[in-house]
């Protein structure tokens, strides 16, 4: 009774912090925590430290790359590819803001991509929904794929908390393939949905008045032709030499400094630190090369949501850390028997926790922790990373919101019935496909 309680809880803090986005739900964990300790007496549990640091430190270097312009770069690139592939742009489109989130490790990027993205499909007569829908869905699913993300860096220190040593390599080997090809099934599906805008007599009703098309049919802003200062190359450069060096360095820990443990045997630094200096590094090198100005660095978009995760992670993950450390024995019993038999059931799990927190970090700051330590095999755990992408299930999340802001057609929308909404079905398609994908690269890989 009293863990049904102590759940009921957790629910309560999960579900009315998300009603107040990633700090409100950091803040409302905290009266989760309360209770837990003061009423049902349960021992606090630890705030993932070493996670938070990294995570801090990848977010500064974030902040740093759009604030030089770097960022600016990459779209650049990214919008002379699908402007060059004007007709493939429903599968286009989805890879592209997939491989930007993976570039960069936030999904926020996609905004800028949208308006491009209606641009070229308009233009084409292809109804914007087929690859707008599928390219909000595919830029979340890049976080899991991303070795600068929240999400991975979550999973490399919850790992090695546990006492699986993967490296950054190992794991991408993984998310890569799976949330790759979970994106490319989804926009291939995409690819014929929906009724052409020719026989579509809702959109031909629209655009019967006059201002209604020149709305529809209206250019969208392009950085196309835009002449962009060298130092924002500079600044994309800097940021790709300083992953190659942590893909190197995680690969090949034998170039690790070595110290002596308590044991007195020599051990190299963990990959967590690593990756803490090297994205300080790189946020040091942009700095000076690229002239930035460090004031700046707080304004920036992907700075801000990134300490949003940061604070949103803190508050989950010691809340959540302090429920399942009073009841680990049961869970290692029961979770560790049904997930034996049922290993599908971890994927139901995540699915679920990610969309009643609405993030993927803070999904992985629940569930991974609780799985690794019931004794879950983690290659099972692996297997299914993308099913922590759940949030598109209802259409409330800020991407989606957005793309269906910028689809001036209305092609994209919420439909009557709320879950039959614009999507669903790419979303699913992506989930499932990529689950299927990473357990098979996890037994081949891990």
Known sequence: ????????????????????????????????????????????????????LTILAVVTCAGFLQTSGGLTVMLQYAERFLRNNPKQVT???????????????????????????????????????????????????????????????????????????????QILAVSVPATGLGVLFAALWSYRRGKDLDKDERF??????????????????????????????????????????IAALGNFPDLLPHFPDAKGAMKAISMTAVIQMVMLLVAAVILFVCKVKAKDVGNSQVFKSGIVALVSVYGVAWMANTFFGAHMTFLREFLGNAVAEYPWAFAVIAFLTSKLVNSQAAAIAIVFPMALGVGMDPVIVMSFISACYGYFFLPT???????????????????????????????????????????????IVL
């Open 1 to 52: 009774m009293e863990m049904f309680l102590g759940f009921v809880v957790l629910l309560l803090c999960l579900l009315i912090g998300v009603r107040h986005g990633g700090i409100g739900l950091a803040v409302i964990s905290g009266i989760g925590l309360v209770v837990f300790v003061f009423v049902f007496g349960y021992k606090p549990g630890s705030p993932p430290i070493d996670v938070m």
């Open 91 to 169: 599968i286009l489109a989805p890879l592209t803001t997939w491989f930007l989130t993976v570039l960069c490790g936030t999904g926020h990027v996609v905004y800028t991509m949208f308006p491009i993205i209606y641009d070229i499909a308009i233009k084409q007569n292809i109804r914007p929904e087929r690859p707008m829908a599928v390219a909000s869905v595919a830029s979340q699913m890049g976080i899991c794929a991303s070795p600068v993300s929240v999400a991975i860096v979550s999973i490399v220190g919850f790992m090695a908390t546990a006492g699986y040593h993967y490296t950054v390599l």
């Open 204 to 245: 031909q009703e629209f655009i019967k008045d006059p201002e209604n098309r020149a709305y529809v049919y209206g250019d969208s802003e392009s950085l196309q032709g835009q002449q962009l200062p060298k130092s924002y190359f500079h600044a994309m450069y800097i940021f790709f030499c300083g992953i190659l060096v």
């Open 397 to 443: 999340y800020p991407s989606d919101l957005a793309c269906i802001g910028f689809d001036r057609s209305g092609t994209t929308r919420i439909g009557k019935y709320i879950l039959n909404h614009s999507f669903m079905i790419p979303g699913l398609i992506g989930v499932i496909s990529g689950c299927v994908v990473g357990f098979i690269m996890a037994h």
